[in-house]
């Protein structure tokens, strides 16, 4: 079966900018996390949807946003973009989210640079 | 604040030797699971324990949880350049995410 698939895989944008970053969960999955990593701060969580309600956010500004869709594909937003964005944004697809014995499965990531 | 602390954080080592790379917390977790990512990939699952004392293998690979589901371990017996990588550990919080640990980037050398 297919896996999580992210789009797009690499991008660069201007600070100031929007960018919004696009996942397709395995089928069935009704879960998707999003996940910063950066060098420095390793995997960061950011946020958590389950049937289009989410229900963790991390510790990240307002900045970041996200939704989730009917079918389960899910979006995030980045507005006004800093240098420090840059970073792999990884989606998770699970059944159930992180709760015992779940197991959640990455897709590629998304590589944005911000210049 | 849960966190997972893993050590080494870096490790290169000659094929063949073995290695055990330690993922530690204050906090106890509902499970655990290990993850291996290669660059410019997302992490992929290697395994998932969740029973206080529990080892698991996976080829080369040994895992065991702690008694107390604070900490756990990956051994890697003989070790070969594909094992390469970035390894991290990740506990469910049981609030919907996954917190993970800082990582060990492991290089085997041919």
């Known amino acids: 079966k297919a896996g999580v698939t992210q789009t797009p895989r690499y991008l660069i944008k201007t600070r100031g900018q929007q960018v919004t970053l696009s996942c397709s969960p395995i089928?069935?999955?009704?879960?998707v996390s999003w996940y910063q990593q950066t060098p420095g701060q390793g995997l960061q969580f950011l946020f958590e949807?389950?049937?289009?309600?989410?229900?963790n956010k991390g510790n990240f500004p307002g900045r970041f946003s996200g939704r989730q869709f009917s079918n389960s594909r899910s979006e995030m937003n980045v507005s006004t973009l800093e240098l420090g964005d840059s970073a792999l944004y990884l989606c998770?697809?699970?059944?159930?989210?992180?709760?015992?014995?779940?197991?959640?499965?990455f897709g590629e990531g998304s590589w944005l640079t911000v210049v | 604040t849960q966190l997972l602390e893993q050590s080494p954080q870096f490790l290169s080592i000659q094929e063949g030797e073995n290695l055990t790379v330690y993922c530690n917390s204050s906090?106890?977790?509902?499970?655990l699971q290990w993850y291996r990512q290669e660059p410019g990939e997302g992490p992929v699952l290697l395994v998932t324990?969740?029973?206080?004392?529990e080892v698991k293998k996976l080829k080369r690979l040994t895992f065991q949880f702690g008694d107390a589901r604070k900490d756990s371990s990956l051994h890697i017996t003989a070790a070969q350049p594909g094992d390469t990588g970035l390894y991290l550990c990740?506990?469910?919080?049981?609030?919907?995410?996954?917190?993970f640990g800082t990582g060990t980037r492991l290089k085997v050398l041919a």
């Open positions: 998770a697809s699970s059944l159930a989210g992180g709760i015992t014995g779940n197991t959640i499965y």
């Open positions: 990740a506990g469910a919080s049981g609030t919907y995410k996954y917190i």
């Open positions: 324990v969740v029973t206080g004392g």
């Open positions: 906090s106890v977790f509902s499970s």
């Open positions: 089928s069935g999955h009704r879960s």
């Open positions: 949807y389950f049937s289009e309600t989410q229900r």
